[in-house]
């Protein structure tokens, strides 16, 4: 896609082009980061901050920069199926937290990526390099595997023909190890993940299914390395992922697909 600086990009194209330079860890920007992310002039990224902030979707700091507004995130909550997922998951959230003190997170799958859209923390638990709304890769995380084995051929030769990036020294990149991955995890439903994109942090998943028997969605609890063994964790977290599927539709009668 060309950048907003070029001539026949609409005024909303170029409005969006400003929401979106706001990422996880990129939450607060400066008139000057939002021209070096945007690519447009100075005067137009300033024109066009400023009516965001006049109309809610930015708030302006007292240093100047800008984060996103209330209305905005209003917005975001409306989302039929983010909004409705971590209505129906949190409880089992919950629940897995509460037994197990970890990490418990709720992801979805948005073009290549994972999108982490609930997530409960312990403050003893492992530090991890992603926050509610970040991308996690495919190929080396426990939601990763699960959604990218559920997601198609298309999808999945996509992913395994592309660059396979090597997050830790533990992080799969063999494209026939990762294949017969995918295949288990097709299998079972689950995924078990050691140190591959965060050293010393092991993740199990879960895939939780809609009525028509997609994958929607997928459910992980993430443990420091050694501290919990993953045959003891991965039944609390495929009952969760069944609880939260049967919420949505689904029944044991209702075979999985895979797009």
């Not at 209330?70 to 037994?99: C, I, K, M, N, V």
């Not at 991308?135 to 084995?149: A, M, Q």
């Amino acid at each position: 896609m060309p950048r907003t600086s070029e001539p026949g990009r609409t005024v909303g194209s170029r409005l969006l082009e400003v929401l979106f330079a706001f990422q996880p860890g990129n939450s607060a920007l400066s008139l000057a980061d939002l021209v070096r992310t945007t690519g447009m002039p100075h005067a137009t990224v300033r024109r066009l901050a400023v009516e965001l902030a006049d109309f809610g979707a930015l708030d302006r700091r007292p240093d100047g920069r800008f984060t996103v507004g209330l209305r905005l995130w209003q917005l975001g909550t409306l989302a039929p199926l983010t909004e409705s997922l971590r209505t129906l998951a949190q409880p089992f959230l919950e629940d897995l937290y509460t037994a197990l003190h970890q990490h418990v997170q709720l992801a979805v799958l948005e073009g290549q990526e994972a999108v982490i859209i609930e997530r409960l923390s312990a403050s003893e638990a492992p530090e991890l390099v992603s926050q509610v709304g970040g991308r996690l890769p495919l190929h080396c995380t426990g939601v990763g595997k699960v959604l990218l084995s559920h997601g198609g051929t298309e999808l999945i030769e996509s992913v395994l023909s592309g660059e396979l990036r090597e997050y830790s020294s533990r992080s799969i990149v063999a494209p026939e190890v990762l294949r017969k991955e995918i295949a288990g995890c097709r299998r079972t439903g689950t995924a078990t993940v050691r140190g591959e994109l965060t050293p010393g942090t092991d993740s199990v998943a879960t895939r939780i299914v809609n009525g028509e028997g997609r994958v929607v969605a997928a459910l992980s609890v993430v443990v420091r390395t050694d501290s919990v063994k993953h045959p003891a964790v991965l039944p609390s977290v495929i009952a969760s992922g069944l609880g939260i599927s049967r919420l949505l539709g689904w029944s044991p009668g209702v075979k999985v697909r895979h797009s």
